[in-house]
């Protein structure tokens, strides 16, 4: 069995080969035995038994050498596909939507393989299925030894709703939530809880782009300024700092996220886009985008998306997802069938149409 320990120097995750008492990192050169303090010894473990690792690191036996990992290249991605299979809340093109989304990463983006990580109802692996553990798992794996020069992708397509917030650290007063496969019994994954654990810590030199496709999602990862552009392609960045003065920007890194909708928006789950098949209409539409090659800056992108989904208002407005249960947890049903309109997000304010987009 593949086992993994930290590095005891840069807390980088490293691949001890079978059989091996001690390994050597290939980022700081810091030799580190094959075991591991209390402190990771819960998320290494998960890991070891289930977590591919590659993302450029190679495992050393005893007289090799490695180069280190070159600054640039090195990247990863997570993405969540969740249905709800057999609920009243079941979906039909989130799985559709993870596999497109790593069919892109992999073939235009290059993005290894064994790099990318899948959370879907119908991977074989229980803990792939994404429950509010598995998917707490993987953004740890997610972030594990980031370093500059990574470039990171946090792909969700399910269920998002709104919940009260008590901490004064929303400008609408609500908290926005992704919904685990298991959200009825465990809970809510709440956007302060994204914020601390793929933002926060990202490290200067990295970049994270997030693509959500889910209801309520303008600020789903809490980050700092908002886009605020109309239908003519003008914008202006929003300062969404909470007003308790909480930190929600990144330990130096780039975060920017396309997101589905606005906060009090919902987002459709339709086959009126593909004509084939049932799709988020945000990953649809943002796929297109880039393979259509409007995808050279972040402002083409969005508008881009913006236009596709509008062209096909008329029709999504009978196809948009919500439930009785979106209704009460929300704020009641005002907004049903309202149209949706992807926004950006960001760390730090930018020139949209200046800044080239890369993963």
């Not at 202006?236 to 909708?261: M, N, Q, R, Y």
Request: glycine share 8%.
């Amino acid at each position: 069995m593949v086992k993994f320990v930290e590095c005891t120097n840069c807390h980088t995750t490293l691949q001890l080969p079978h059989g091996a008492q001690s390994i050597r990192c290939a980022v700081c050169c810091a030799v580190t035995s094959g075991t591991t303090g209390p402190r990771r010894t819960r998320l290494l473990s998960y890991m070891n038994n289930y977590f591919p690792m590659s993302v450029g690191r190679t495992p050393l036996a005893a007289g090799q050498t490695i180069q280190a990992p070159s600054a640039f290249g090195r990247k990863r991605a997570l993405i969540i596909g969740i249905t709800y299979k057999k609920t009243k809340n079941e979906l039909k093109g989130c799985i559709n939507d993870a596999n497109c989304m790593k069919y892109l990463l992999v073939n235009r983006f290059k993005f290894p393989q064994d790099s990318v990580l899948m959370l879907t109802e119908e991977e074989r692996d229980p803990y792939r299925i994404p429950t509010k553990h598995n998917i707490r798992m993987a953004m740890h794996w997610l972030m594990q030894g980031v370093q500059s020069g990574d470039s990171l992708v946090f792909h969700y397509s399910g269920h998002g709703l709104q919940q009260r917030n008590y901490t004064f650290d929303e400008i609408d007063g609500y908290d926005e939530t992704l919904c685990p496969l298991d959200f009825k019994t465990q809970g809510m994954i709440v956007d302060d809880e994204l914020n601390a654990t793929i933002v926060r810590p990202l490290p200067r030199g990295a970049k994270l782009h997030a693509i959500i496709d889910a209801c309520h999602s303008g600020t789903m990862l809490d980050l700092p300024f908002f886009c605020r552009m109309d239908r003519t392609g003008r914008y202006a960045w929003e300062d969404h700092h909470p007003l308790t003065g909480a930190w929600k920007g990144t330990s130096g890194g780039e975060v920017i996220s396309f997101s589905g909708c606005d906060d009090h928006q919902k987002s459709a789950d339709t086959d009126i886009l593909s004509k084939v098949t049932s799709t988020g209409a945000m990953t649809f539409s943002f796929i297109q985008a880039i393979e259509r090659g409007h995808g050279i800056t972040y402002g083409s992108i969005l508008n881009a998306i913006r236009s596709f989904i509008r062209s096909s208002d008329s029709d999504l407005g009978s196809n948009i997802v919500t439930s009785l249960l979106t209704m009460l947890i929300t704020r009641g049903s005002d907004g049903f069938g309202m149209r949706q309109e992807p926004q950006l997000t960001a760390n730090e304010p930018f020139d949209v149409y200046t800044r080239k987009f890369s993963l």
